[in-house]
């Protein structure tokens, strides 16, 4: 089969979330031998994907300017001008300033969770542009990926007019699994959520449920993944001076503390209203442990019935579903054993495929 030589986008490939996608995605690709790859990158996202593995065999590009900026808009659009690749992959939305000569473009579109959840971006200034640059990138774009029919299906009902075609291209946490395992040294059993505070992450619901568990379950604690936010902290210390004790932050973390964190946990819990696709209950998954998850956006479509599903309003359903995990071996066994079986569904090379499925359309549409 003929090569195809693909531009990539990668400058954000050390933050979080969209940098899980883009680490996973290129080292996939580059295993394949039907793709020249060449990777775009900032400094810092250089670093990160060289410390994976994922630039050893491909081409790359030192980038210098914000994604976000336009100057980073400019540059990324100067590279494809002169590039002789076949099709330039943005994998978030930042996108060309201007169209290149009808130059194939396929985009990812993660999530549009500013414009499900106004709370996220308050300033309707900066929300008008996050729909602005999002309106383009449709427009722009030859092909869109979604990481979940969710996400499709949010895109569809924000830009109703959009006349690009969009393909569901699910996630994978199989690369996490190569990082080594550094256990935590924890005095008490604990539960395990990411520690995001932004108001669509709902951590709140958590607390509040384990307010009503302190009688029945006293030596679990909740631990949160990720930098302590003092504020938010404090916040629930008003509201639950008796949880004092039992909410904790990890502070930073690398991947092998993380999946130590998850290797260790009781269960773990994602009350989130809206993910574009949920990687970190994937991840969980994988190490066997019971998912706890909302009935909210993509994570039902993501861990179907292995995970337990609760209304991420349910405040007493997040209190009998954690307390049913902790007083029931058992039935803790099974559901960690589904959700273990359920992250084995989910590979980057699988995304790989269905990604490099979508470029030959692009490119023979394209030459037609």
């Known amino acids: 089969m003929d090569e195809l030589k693909i531009l990539v986008d990668a400058r954000m490939a050390d933050w979080s979330g969209v940098g899980r996608y883009e680490t996973g995605l290129i080292r996939a690709l580059t295993a394949r031998d039907d793709v020249q790859l060449t990777a775009l990158v900032s400094p810092s996202a250089q670093k990160t994907l060289e410390a994976k593995g994922a630039l050893a065999n ?77 309106r383009r990138a449709l427009t722009a774009a030859s092909y869109v990926i979604a990481p979940s029919q969710s996400t499709a299906d949010d895109i569809k009902k924000h830009f109703s007019g959009t006349q690009t075609p969009i393909q569901v291209i699910a996630e994978a946490a199989d690369d996490f699994g190569t990082t080594p395992v550094t256990l935590p040294k924890e005095d008490h059993p604990y539960l395990l959520a990411m520690g995001n505070t932004r108001p669509h992450k709902n951590l709140e619901v958590l607390v509040r449920a384990m307010s009503m568990l302190q009688d029945s379950q006293p030596n679990i604690r909740l631990l949160l993944a990720g930098d302590k936010d003092e504020v938010w902290l404090k916040r629930q210390y008003v509201k639950y001076p008796y949880m004092k004790d039992k909410i904790q932050f990890t502070g930073a973390i690398d991947d092998a503390q993380l999946r130590g964190y998850y290797a260790q946990a009781r269960a773990f819990l994602c009350p989130s209203y809206y993910e574009g696709f949920g990687l970190p209950p994937l991840e969980a998954a994988a190490f066997g442990i019971p998912v706890v998850i909302a009935s909210a956006s993509s994570l039902p479509e993501v861990l179907g019935d292995a995970g337990v599903t609760i209304d991420a309003h349910d405040v007493e359903g997040w209190a009998h579903g954690i307390e049913r995990i902790l007083k029931d071996a058992s039935y803790a066994q099974t559901m960690g054993g589904k959700a273990m079986g359920r992250s084995q569904d989910f590979s980057w090379a699988k995304a790989a495929d269905e990604t490099v499925a979508v470029y030959r359309q692009v490119r023979d549409t394209a030459t037609l």
């Open 58 to 134: 491909i081409t790359y590009i030192e980038m210098n300017e914000h994604p976000f900026s336009p100057v980073g808009t400019r540059e990324i659009t100067y590279e494809y001008q002169t590039s002789d690749a076949d099709i330039l992959h943005c994998l978030q939305y930042c996108v060309p300033s201007k169209p290149l000569q009808n130059r194939p473009l396929v985009v990812t579109i993660h999530d549009l969770i500013p414009l499900e959840i106004p709370a996220v971006m308050p300033n309707s200034v900066k929300r008008w542009i996050y729909r602005s640059k999002n």
